[in-house]
């Protein structure tokens, strides 16, 4: 099965830390993604890479960055947060043989930022 | 881009009804589709998948959803929904030969009353 394990469950940070999110994919995916999750909004994408050190943004970048130095790891990270980025995050990996697969998420960290 | 709507944002089903979800997305070229669930405290997972062929797909747990390409529609449905199934479900389309740009619905949330 495949595994997509995001480091923590649940974080409160305060407003303007740097916050580091870290997903780790154990299926040698090629694609991994970073979406937000709020309420109403579904899933909206931040950002994804396509191989290592390759990155693109999504739909809602800013405020963000993204470090993938290895295929397995993909990290976001929050340059300084603030409190409209309280949310759930979620981090996904897929194949890009044949490109025609699925996503695979891992459960998701809930930042609150006060 | 593409987008996807999903008409209902909460739906209240008492057990033993019928289920039809509806999703439509925005798109001329060719699709996959896909319905992801996530029940309360897990994380998603996918539901069912659309990439070519027999436009009935049948998933896990007696789900099926039907595309429709002339109404650009991905409609999920069940013929008799049980207490389990109370969760959030989330249509999500990419462009074929592009596993990248994963965009999701804002989802519905399924309760089912026992």
């Known amino acids: 099965d495949v595994k997509v394990t995001q480091s923590s469950r649940y974080l409160v940070k305060r407003t303007g830390e740097k916050v580091f999110l870290e997903c780790v994919q154990d299926?040698?995916?090629?694609?991994m993604f970073w979406y937000r999750q709020d309420p109403g909004l579904g899933l909206r994408l931040i950002y994804f890479?396509?191989?290592?050190?390759?990155?693109e943004k999504g739909d809602i970048p800013e405020g963000y960055s993204v470090s993938r130095e290895k295929k397995e790891r993909f990290s976001l990270i929050l340059e300084s947060a603030s409190t409209n980025q309280t949310s759930m995050y979620l981090c996904a990996s897929s194949q890009n043989i044949g490109t025609n697969t699925e996503a695979f998420f891992g459960q998701g960290t809930r930042l609150t930022v006060v | 881009a593409q987008s996807v709507s999903q008409h209902n944002h909460h739906v209240i089903l008492s057990e033993a009804a019928s289920l039809e979800l509806g999703c439509n997305y925005s798109y001329g070229g060719t699709v996959n589709l896909f319905w992801y669930v996530q029940y309360p405290g897990q994380h998603l997972q996918l539901l069912l998948k659309?990439?070519?062929?027999?436009?009935l797909v049948k998933g896990i747990k007696g789900f099926e959803a039907e595309f429709i390409k002339s109404k650009f529609s991905f409609n999920l449905r069940k013929p008799s929904v049980q207490w389990s199934d109370t969760a959030e479900y989330f249509c999500a389309v990419n462009r074929a030969g592009s596993a990248r740009q994963l965009t999701f619905g804002s989802g519905t949330q399924l309760t089912v009353l026992p």
């Open positions: 659309y990439f070519s062929g027999d436009p």
């Open positions: 299926m040698d995916h090629e694609n």
């Open positions: 890479s396509y191989d290592v050190k390759m990155k």
